[in-house]
């Protein structure tokens, strides 16, 4: 996957978050957000590091999430939710056992969507265009 279509996921998902958060509500928004909140990680992560395979890239990006969600039994995230809305949007305020698994939902399905475009894009497990890995041998 190239930086360039990682950050164009990126700003799909963002948007699909937004719209969410926009036109729905209750459970099924809370939990749609943090799935979408998990695809958005796992994207980020293929921004800063695009050749990754999507296991590393998954592995990556449930672990931060995990690590955001039980930084949250800690009174810090909270302390600076009530001071930014950005910290709120990044690191939450309280933590909450489901969204570990929605965490997981939402690290599953972009998994599966970079493992398929890894595939259709006929690359090497290193995200390599066939062609290029082809010319260095």
């Avoid at 998902?13 to 729905?24: E, I, P, Q, S, W």
């Avoid at 672990?63 to 930084?71: D, G, L, M, S």
Wanted: hydrophobic residues 60%; aromatic residues 10%; positive net charge.
């Amino acid at each position: 996957m190239t930086r360039l279509r990682a950050l164009l996921a990126a700003v799909v998902v963002l948007l699909a978050g937004l719209g969410v958060r926009a036109f729905t509500g209750g459970v099924f928004a809370k939990y749609a957000g943090v799935a979408l909140y998990a695809v958005l990680v796992y994207v980020l992560v293929l921004v800063v590091a695009p050749r990754l395979r999507p296991l590393p890239s998954a592995a990556i990006a449930l672990a931060f999430c995990w690590a955001v969600e039980f930084f949250q039994l800690s009174p810090i995230p909270a302390e600076l939710s009530e001071r930014s809305t950005l910290a709120r949007l990044i690191l939450g305020s309280t933590f909450n056992a489901p969204d570990l698994l929605w965490y997981a939902v939402g690290v599953a399905v972009a998994y599966v969507v970079h493992a398929a475009v890894t595939r259709r894009g006929g690359g090497d497990p290193r995200g390599v265009p066939r062609r290029a890995a082809a010319a260095r041998s």
